[in-house]
């Protein structure tokens, strides 16, 4: 029987991929002008990002408990093996409710066969690697083989961002009120990653085009054979962007493919309108 993949919205995958991969979708929740949706189901980022410039301030929250013990208990029914590959635990409390809820059902089916994964990725990060487990998944592969891909690109995963407006940002509190002032009056743009969960500034540019070619460089310096590579880039409704730097990244590199996706309206409530990220590997095997 095929492994069942399943992952949750903040990998940023389109809808579409879900439905023609047999992956099922455990979308996190936005909470927008006393509203409630479920990202990727029944919001669409742009009208997150719109909400944003016009100064309204979306929220999220983790994917619901309830919605975690349904899709469990249906696939143990099933008697279905299963992978779910979670967004990073330091960034929301999906990963460690679902291992709870996972925990309850084993009591009345001790055999289901569900590992839940720690990918402590983010965005298309993530998003990669489900990509990848969903293809193995599809060619039968073993799910000690899918497992063995996931958390191997779990470990090497890089993530390289930038974001339009360091407001969001110290909203977060990942930068501070000051930093993000002055950055917005000086056009300072920081490059940050995601170490162990976490993300961390690693540096500060000024003018969007030294941040690109920075960036550039970053990869150059980090990334291993990247000419053997599907390089992923995420945008928040910046498609423009997101295709300059796909023409950069395939001058300099020749990557076997670069995958452009949207961030979606939970990641996208966080880093504001404007953001790009880009994916790869620092290790091939």
């Keep these: 029987m095929q492994v069942k993949i399943l992952a949750d919205s903040a990998c940023d995958l389109p809808k579409s991929f879900y439905e023609e991969n047999n992956v099922t979708l455990l979308p996190l929740k936005v909470h927008l002008n006393g509203e409630e949706?479920?990202?990727?189901?029944?919001?669409?980022?742009?009208?997150?990002?719109?909400?944003?410039?016009?100064?309204?301030t979306p929220k999220t929250s983790q994917t619901s408990p309830l919605l975690f013990e349904e899709v469990f208990t249906q696939m143990a029914k099933r008697n279905e093996d299963g992978i779910y590959i979670a967004f990073s635990s330091e960034l929301s409390g999906t990963y460690s409710t679902a291992v709870m809820i996972l925990d309850q059902v084993k009591e009345k089916y001790p055999n289901f066969n569900l590992t839940i994964v720690d990918t402590k990725c983010a965005s298309l990060g993530v998003g990669l690697i489900v990509k990848e487990a969903a293809k193995l998944a599809m060619n039968n592969a073993s799910k000690q083989d899918i497992l063995n891909d996931v958390r191997f690109r779990s470990e090497h995963m890089e993530h390289l961002f930038t974001v339009e407006d360091l407001d969001y940002l110290a909203k977060g509190g990942r930068v501070s009120k000051a930093s993000a002032f002055l950055g917005g009056l000086l056009n300072i743009k920081p490059i940050l990653n995601v170490e162990d969960g976490k993300l961390v500034p690693i540096e500060k540019i000024r003018g969007k085009k030294k941040v690109l070619r920075r960036i550039i460089e970053i990869m150059s310096e980090r990334g291993a054979n990247m000419g053997e590579q599907t390089i992923g880039i995420s945008h928040a409704d910046n498609e423009e962007l997101a295709q300059e730097m796909r023409a950069m990244i395939e001058e300099e590199f020749q990557p076997k493919e670069v995958y452009i996706s949207n961030i979606g309206s939970a990641i996208g409530?966080?880093?504001?309108?404007?953001?790009?990220?880009?994916?790869?590997?620092?290790?091939l095997s």
């Design 37 to 56: 949706y479920e990202d990727v189901k029944n919001i669409d980022p742009k009208t997150v990002y719109d909400a944003i410039r016009n100064g309204s």
């Design 269 to 283: 409530a966080h880093t504001g309108a404007g953001t790009i990220s880009i994916f790869f590997l620092n290790k």
